[in-house]
């Protein structure tokens, strides 16, 4: 690898590449057990007629190293959309040459030019990225406390009778 980190959208055909990265991703966090996701899933909610997510692929000489997957929010406060970045995972031979920083970067002006009030992850509270978020400017929210429904919790609140 000699040249900087190229950053690109992700077209169709590029699932397997996704796929793969996510499921490196997932190894990292050692969540690869929760994968349930396939090249379908991608294609369908990536490049399908109602896409659900975007993606970036950086590349080092040609070579897929990294990718981040994203989509647009919105707050009502503002009145404007805003960006949220699902996953960014760097392959850890590529950590060290700017393709963390090119991706970021990319999505950072993905948000600017859409008008997008603002740029937001999440984090697990081990990952040593944390800094690198912050030497970013990105801040963590003190007063914000993520909650989650899923399984059989999110179903049985779909099923319960009005009352």
């Known amino acids: 690898m000699t040249g900087g980190p190229v950053v690109r959208a992700t077209r169709p055909g590029d699932e397997g590449t996704i796929l793969g990265l996510i499921r490196e991703?997932?190894?990292?966090?050692?969540?690869?057990?929760?994968?349930?996701?396939?090249?379908?899933?991608?294609?369908?909610?990536?490049?399908?007629?109602?896409?659900?997510?975007?993606?970036?692929?950086?590349?080092?000489?040609d070579d897929p190293v990294g990718f981040a997957l994203f989509f647009h929010n919105y707050s009502t406060f503002k009145g404007r959309a805003g960006l949220y970045l699902e996953d960014i995972y760097v392959r850890p031979a590529a950590r060290g040459r700017g393709v963390g920083r090119a991706l970021m970067r990319a999505l950072a002006r993905?948000?600017?030019?859409?008008?997008?009030?603002?740029?937001?992850?999440?984090?697990?509270?081990?990952?040593p990225a944390r800094s690198f978020y912050g030497e970013l400017g990105f801040t963590q929210l003190a007063d914000w406390l993520p909650y989650r429904l899923t399984g059989a919790a999110l179903a049985r609140l779909a099923e319960a009778a009005e009352g």
């Open 110 to 127: 993905t948000a600017v030019e859409r008008g997008c009030a603002r740029f937001e992850l999440s984090v697990l509270h081990w990952n």
């Open 25 to 61: 991703l997932a190894e990292f966090e050692t969540l690869l057990h929760e994968v349930r996701a396939t090249e379908a899933d991608i294609r369908r909610d990536g490049f399908g007629t109602q896409p659900r997510f975007e993606c970036l692929l950086a590349e080092l000489d």
